[in-house]
């Protein structure tokens, strides 16, 4: 998609179980699409997985402010990012 509203409508189309999100966009930050997805009523209930390269420990607890229920920094480590996002949608894993 092409902007934030873009992201809210599409997410409202696709109703995914989960969404990742870049917090370094173009134009809108990922926290701000956050907040909208969050103000929905109807995909408020989708868990939003922060991805970034840029936070410090100390930005955690404003990206779960926003609404994500997780940060995950990069470069991301596929294990654990397989781990978080299964957890996050209730599946079981197999170790």
């Not at 990206?63 to 596929?78: F, N, R, V």
């Amino acid at each position: 998609c092409m902007n934030g509203k873009g992201a809210v409508d599409l997410v409202r189309e696709i109703e995914p179980e989960l969404i990742s999100m870049d917090l370094q966009l173009p134009e809108i930050s990922g926290l701000d699409i956050t907040r909208a997805i969050k103000r929905d009523p109807y995909i408020v209930h989708i868990p939003v997985l922060a991805i970034t390269a840029f936070a410090l420990h100390a930005d955690e607890a404003f990206i779960l402010e926003a609404g994500c229920a997780g940060c995950i920094l990069k470069p991301i480590e596929i294990k654990s990012f397989v781990k978080r996002v299964d957890a996050l949608i209730g599946r079981q894993i197999s170790s």
